[in-house]
Structures are given as C-alpha cells and as structure tokens.
C-alpha cells in the first residue's frame, strides 16, 4: 500500500495512520460521488489527524482523489503538503474549534438539501431547525438543522457565522449553499449527512400532504434512547 501512495506523491515518512485516513477519505469522496450527493467539483471532506487536518483540495472533484493529492494544514491552519485546500478551509476550521470532540467533516450540495436551503424561511418548520422530524432516523443522525445566513462561499465572515450555529448542532445548512455536517469520525459524518439528504428529499415529496410528524413525547425517547 506504501508503495502506491508514494507514486500519489505521499511522502515516505508519514504515518501508517494518517495513510490510512487519506485512503479513507478518498473511498468516502468515490463513495458520495456515485451516489450522486457531490455534482462537478461541488462539496468538500476534512478529517483531524495528530499534527493537523487533511481537506479535500479546492476545484477537485470528490469521485476522482488520490491520496497524496488531498491538502494538509498543520495545528496552525497552515498548508504544509499536497495540493491548495478547498476555499471552505476556515468554514471547516471553525467547526472543529467548537466542537473538539468531533474528527471529520463533510460539506456537499446535495440537490435535496441545496433546494431547502434555498426556499423562503417562511417555509422552514421552524426557527429551530429547517427540516421537521419526519423519522426518528433524522432525529438520531442529525437532530435540528438550523439555517446558517448566506455569505459567499470562501468568504470568513462564513466562518465566523458558522461558529454559533455548530457549537449546538452537529449539522447546519448554510442558506442557498448547502449543508455542513460533523461527526466523530468520517463514517458517522458520512451518516448523518445522508440522512439529512434523504429527509430532505421526503420532507420536499410529501409537500401538499398532511404529514404524520414525530410527537415531542416521541422526539424525547428517540432522543434519551440514541444520545448523540
């Protein structure tokens, strides 16, 4: 395995561990890329490793990474190896500031939560969050997913907003952009933001229905029975 990351232009004395997080992070962009969730170059991936962060780099498609091709920032948020790190750098570094025990992140614009981001907050559930609880399987994976303000994507007052949003909430939908999800690792990150996709997708198809939604009562056991 060393020997294909080397010609990947992995130098040779990393670790063994972050080998193996590079290979994972580029199974999870292949992975969401098949699956349709990261259209073009759209979305991006970090995950936290002992001297630092890897991030997907900027205008790189998720489906087509090479492991020595993914960005490393060191503890100080500089680039020190690969190639430049998505223009969302300091959006991802702001979320792992609040939420220290959290090690990866994944962004996408997926269609489903994109076109909730983008509708009139009138339509929203609530103040709260942008999706109601349709299953307790949102509830479980994502739980509330407040709407972050528009701000240009790369822009650090982004960032800065971001903050506040993520300090509660593992998940939040930035308006007319998409959605930011972290997780205690790469799989669980993956997760959540999969459910939050496919919960976007229902809530938008039962438009128009009288929809069945979880209880508060209902919400609280999912809640106490699966802490996040």
């Known amino acids: 395995r060393r020997t294909g990351l080397l010609h990947q232009g992995v130098p040779a004395a990393m670790s063994d561990k972050e080998s193996k997080m590079r290979e994972a992070i580029c199974a999870l962009g292949a992975k969401l890329a098949a699956r349709g969730l990261c259209p073009g170059t759209s979305g991006n991936i ?12 900027t205008n790189s498609s998720l489906g ?21 790190p998505t223009k969302e750098a300091l959006l991802h570094r702001s979320v792992y500031d609040v939420r220290p025990k959290d090690g990866a992140i994944v962004h996408l614009h997926s269609t489903h939560a994109v076109a909730i981001s983008c509708l009139d907050p009138s339509c929203h559930h609530n103040k709260e969050t942008t999706l109601p609880p349709i299953t307790p399987y949102f509830v479980m994976r994502v739980g509330k997913l407040p709407l972050v303000p528009y701000f240009k994507p790369g822009d650090p ?30 799989s669980a990150a993956s997760a959540s933001i999969e459910e939050l996709e496919e919960t976007a997708k229902l809530h938008l198809l039962l438009q128009g229905f009288k929809v069945r939604l979880l209880s508060d009562a209902q919400v609280r056991e999912v809640e106490e029975a699966f802490p996040s």
């Open 46 to 57: 970090s995950a936290r490793i002992d001297d630092g962060w890897l991030m997907t780099p």
């Open 64 to 84: 087509d990474l090479l492991p020595g091709q993914l960005s490393k920032l060191d503890l100080a948020g500089k680039h020190v190896g690969g190639d430049p």
């Open 157 to 186: 007052k982004l960032a800065d907003a971001i903050r506040d949003y993520a300090k509660g909430h593992r998940a939040v939908l930035l308006a007319n952009h998409g959605p930011v999800v972290a997780g205690t690792s790469l």
